[in-house]
């Protein structure tokens, strides 16, 4: 089932690159009390993720944070090394979003949105949306309708709806 507005989104142990490594990162931490923007994509390095959908909350985290928006995650089926490497070339590490890594794809799957294209090499990736959550509550859900778009996903939209 996919989540929805009004939905309380599933705890999680992410990863990402500390100082010491690979480390997890506890999801319901991140979003207890706070307005949080997350947007997931298909993978790092992948066309439309690196040419539109990340430098689409690139161009709008000030105006986010205008909105209130304590933190923007990015979140992708890939292991934490890709995703620090992928935020130090997008510059979205150097904008402030937080990338992290679900790479056993339990968290997108939690959260109905996962899919696999295997001739495109794409097996348990995440489809492509963004969302808004209150202390860990949907109130904005933007999934992406087609495969190949980035606009109802994208950073503008998200300012739109806030």
Same mark, same amino acid.
């Given at each position: 089932?996919?989540?929805?507005?009004?939905?309380?989104?599933?705890?999680?142990?992410?990863?990402?690159?500390?100082?010491?490594?690979?480390?997890? %990162?506890?999801?319901?931490?991140?979003? &207890?009390?706070?307005?949080?923007?997350?947007?997931?994509?298909? #993978?790092?390095? /992948? !066309?439309?993720?690196?040419?539109?959908?990340?430098?689409?909350?690139?161009?709008?985290?000030?105006?986010?944070?205008?909105?209130? %928006?304590?933190?923007?995650?990015?979140? &992708?089926?890939?292991?934490?090394?890709?995703?620090?490497?992928? #935020?130090?070339? /997008? !510059?979205?590490?150097?904008?402030?979003i937080t990338l992290l890594g679900d790479p056993g794809c339990e968290w997108v799957s939690a959260i109905g949105m996962e899919f696999s294209n295997p001739d495109r090499g794409f097996i348990r990736r995440c489809k492509r949306f963004a969302l808004m959550a209150a202390d860990g509550v949907v109130k904005v859900w933007h999934p992406e309708e087609g495969t190949g778009t980035c606009d109802i996903s994208g950073g503008e939209s998200m300012v739109e709806a806030l």
């Open positions: 089932m996919t989540i929805g507005v009004g939905d309380r989104l599933p705890g999680a142990n992410l990863m990402r690159m500390g100082a010491e490594g690979p480390e997890k %990162v506890a999801l319901e931490e991140i979003l &207890a009390g706070r307005r949080v923007v997350i947007f997931g994509l298909p #993978g790092a390095y /992948t !066309g439309l993720c690196s040419t539109a959908h990340v430098p689409s909350f690139i161009r709008s985290m000030e105006a986010l944070r205008a909105k209130g %928006v304590d933190e923007v995650l990015c979140i &992708a089926v890939n292991d934490p090394f890709v995703m620090r490497a992928w #935020g130090e070339t /997008t !510059g979205a590490a150097e904008a402030g």
